[in-house]
């Protein structure tokens, strides 16, 4: 189905892994504040050197931090900190004593409703960064290798809803905001749209100042099957939306939901698996490069070359 990737362009992007392995592991912040715990697990280069760009990624409703490891792994070998981390509440623990199918949509709806679990969500991204932060001056294997000025965001689903009102998206019609302005970069993978939003949609986003990358497929439904009008084209409607600065949009033919997550559930229901995460890791790996490490180079590939090595079926498109 895909084109073949040539070596120099592998190199170009970063994607020639180093001899370095990548390590990780598992750890927990706990907020004083909010009475919270969350949650981590941190993949990073086994042999540390210099400064490296973090990133914190956040999993879509039910999961957990073991979601996006493809991504964790993949940017870890090219010179990221990433941090999955899991937000009680719209976590895995949604799942725990479901007997069916049907029983695990109706929990994981009832978690939708709650508010105080999506307030708690957007919440951990700048308690989290804090404690980041902190590892950076005390931590025994991250101490001084954090480049705090150098923050992105990536989020699945749930997630990338987190990714987008931490962004600035408003929310609540647009009376209420949770940017953070330390984020430098987002990539929202399955993004979505606000509930009832206003008649000028454009309103909600017009406090978003950091580039976006926004991710998604041809077959990418709603996985509770909340609105039947629902169409796998509505999850650009944000990047159609967003004016105010850089956004970039990538739509992978006969991607599902759960392509964007990885996993076994994926490689049952996206037939060509293999290529989209490929595709995914290397124009991720390029517009982070690009923003997060100030390579221009990687950008200039991002913008006239990425879209030709993809499939003839896929949609690719930038704007400033």
Known sequence: MKKIIPLFLLVLVQLV?????????YGKFYDAERKRDVPYKVYYKENLTGKSPVIIFSHGLGGSVEAGQYLGEHLARNGYICFHIQHIGSDESVWEGVRSQKEAIEKLKESLKDY?????RFKDIPFVIDEIIKLNKTSETFKEHIDTNNIGIIGHSYGARTVLITAGEKVLKGTMSFKEPRLKVGVALSPNFSENPPDDIRKLYEDIDIPIFHITGTEDGDPLNRDKNFSPEDRTKPYKNITTSP????VLYKAVHSTFNGGERATKEDPYLEEHLEDIKTGVTAFLNYYLKGSEENGNWLKNQFKKELDKNDRFEWKE
């Open 17 to 25: 892994y180093s001899s370095d392995s990548v390590r990780t592991q």
């Open 247 to 250: 956004q970039y949009l990538l």
């Open 116 to 120: 105080k679990n999506a307030v708690n």
